[in-house]
């Protein structure tokens, strides 16, 4: 039997990372995945196929809508669909062939095959041809992710009725695509075919688009994308889905209790995603899932209630985003190294990639509310920003909101062009507790999208932004 110090079930971001760091503090590695490929979720089949998608759709569109009046006549633009899924492919195999490479660099021992648990410090790994072996862990784990959710009254038969999988690779454009979930994913596919020229329908549980975000960036995101032509059916419930051959039939109800009918040819299932333990034979350690199928761990460690076993990524409690998996990834690597490692998961941003794109950091405005902070707000518009005048990306704001009395940023919530990459100035400010007014003494490049921050500083400090 192999021996390791640290092996590690499932390679997307939390795994991957996670073996890397330990590799560098000197641990005899390994790290196992079920599948043929490494990079799990994030690089198959989430972030990065979708955002790659995300990108072709925009240029697509940017092409019909906007080049003209850039000055840039090419005739009437035609999406090749296969071309556009290749290309994605492509990109996908470019950086799962990258984490291969970066296994065999940092010298990580990769096991393909299903792990489960033989005992606390044993992992059996059974391959695709039905072979297995056993390896031993003194440290081991548990990186598996999560799979998306499905509902028993929403059949998905992964052809008419699908998931985020099935939809990174369709190979037609739906004439009406109807998205259960208004949510960051729903919200980005649904995007990704409304630019395409399909007819999207948003059914959504709650009252407004991106619901676990601030109030007026699901408010702002809407506007943005009905201008797709997208339509939406907020605080409705889905009760059914149904494919009946010739189209997809789903029945919701409203706040009213009235049932409502859409048709369309292609329904997306976008309502969460579940902690994936399949398979793991956690009895066998000892272990076993909450209630919501998450594996609990200690807050300092990360360390599951066996003593050696730690659980990380998407299958903990927690925002289920790549960049909070690989921070915990990291962070694991470190307890386990007798370091004392540090998360600010306050400061853990999210980001929807629409256009425009929304980014967030720190608290909401009803999380202040509840929790009786008093804060202040300053906002500023992108219509009011030469930068986004230039490119013609004039949707969008930021809004900062700070303490009342020290002036803390306490939560910045940006929707509008390059909001994805603003957001880390903020995560910068915020881990230096800068207030609203030290970020608007800053120099900020002009013309830039940032300088909309710091006239949302100048807002919030003492509502003098300059420009607005
Ligand atoms: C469409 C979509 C878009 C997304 N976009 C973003 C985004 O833009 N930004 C962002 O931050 N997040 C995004 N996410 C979320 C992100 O993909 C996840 O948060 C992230 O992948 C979680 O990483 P993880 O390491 O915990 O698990 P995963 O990436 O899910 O990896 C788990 C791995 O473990 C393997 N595995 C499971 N069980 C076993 C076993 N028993 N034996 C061996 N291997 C096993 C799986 O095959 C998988 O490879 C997106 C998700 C989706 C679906």
């Known amino acids: 039997m192999q021996d390791f110090d640290v092996v590690i079930i499932g390679s997307g971001p939390g795994g991957y990372v996670s ?52 000055g840039i006549n090419i005739g009437k633009p035609k999406v090749d669909l296969a071309k556009m899924i290749e290309r994605k492919a492509g990109v996908v195999s470019n950086l799962t ?42 440290n081991i784990i548990v ?3 999560s799979k998306p959710t499905i509902l028993p009254f929403i059949p998905v038969d992964k052809k008419r009725i699908i998931t985020s999988t099935e939809a990174l690779k369709l190979q037609e454009i739906p004439k009406h695509l109807i998205v259960i979930g208004a949510g960051v994913i729903g919200a980005e596919l649904g995007s990704v075919y409304a630019r395409l020229g399909s007819k999207v329908s948003f059914v959504e549980f709650a009252d407004s688009m991106i619901p676990t ?25 889905v009760s059914s889905a149904e494919n ?13 209790g009235e049932e409502i009918e859409i048709k369309g040819d292609y329904c997306l299932v976008c309502i969460g995603r579940r902690p994936y333990t399949d398979g793991l034979n956690l009895a066998s350690a000892g272990l076993a899932t909450d209630e919501r199928g998450r594996l609990e761990v200690d807050e300092h460690t990360l360390q599951t209630k066996v003593p050696g076993i730690y659980a990380i990524g998407d299958v903990v409690r927690g925002a289920m985003l790549a960049h909070k998996a690989e921070e915990e990834g990291v962070f694991v690597a470190e307890v386990i190294a007798g370091q004392k490692p540090h998360i600010n998961y306050n400061l853990i941003p999210g980001v929807v990639y629409t256009w425009p794109e929304v980014a967030a950091v720190g608290k909401t405005e009803q999380e202040l509310k509840n929790a009786g902070v008093a804060y202040k707000e300053g906002s500023f518009p ?51 507790r800068a207030s609203a ?17 710091k006239e949302a500083c100048l807002a919030a400090t003492a509502k003098r932004a300059i420009h607005s």
């Open 382 to 432: 992108f219509k009011a920003l030469g930068r986004a005048v230039a490119s013609m990306d004039t949707d969008g704001l930021v809004k900062v909101l700070a303490d009342a009395n020290t002036d803390e940023i306490l939560g910045v919530h940006i929707i509008g062009a390059r909001a994805a990459d603003m957001i880390a100035e903020a995560v910068v400010a915020m881990e230096y």
């Open 244 to 256: 009946n051959g010739k189209e997809v039939v789903v029945k919701a109800t409203n706040s009213k």
């Open 97 to 138: 062939a990258g984490i291969s490479y970066l296994m065999k660099k940092n010298k990580i021992t990769t096991f393909n095959g299903l792990g489960s648990f033989e005992s606390s410090k044993t992992v059996k790994v059974t391959k695709e041809d039905g072979s297995s072996e056993v390896i031993s862990g003194k």
């Open 213 to 237: 975000m601030d109030k007026t960036m699901g408010k702002e995101l809407q506007k943005a994308v009905a201008k797709l032509g997208a339509d939406f059916y907020l605080s409705h419930k």
């Open 19 to 70: 073996a890397i760091r330990a590799a560098q503090l000197g641990f005899k590695t390994a790290i196992i995945e079920k599948y043929s490929v490494m990079g799990g979720t994030c690089l198959n089949v989430g972030c990065i196929p979708s955002k790659a998608l995300l990108d072709s759709s925009e240029h697509y569109y940017n092409a019909v809508h906007s080049f003209e009046a850039h």
């Open 143 to 145: 990186a598996t992710g």
């Open 437 to 453: 007014e030290d970020v608007a003494r800053m120099s900020h490049a002009h013309p830039t999208y940032t300088e909309a921050m």
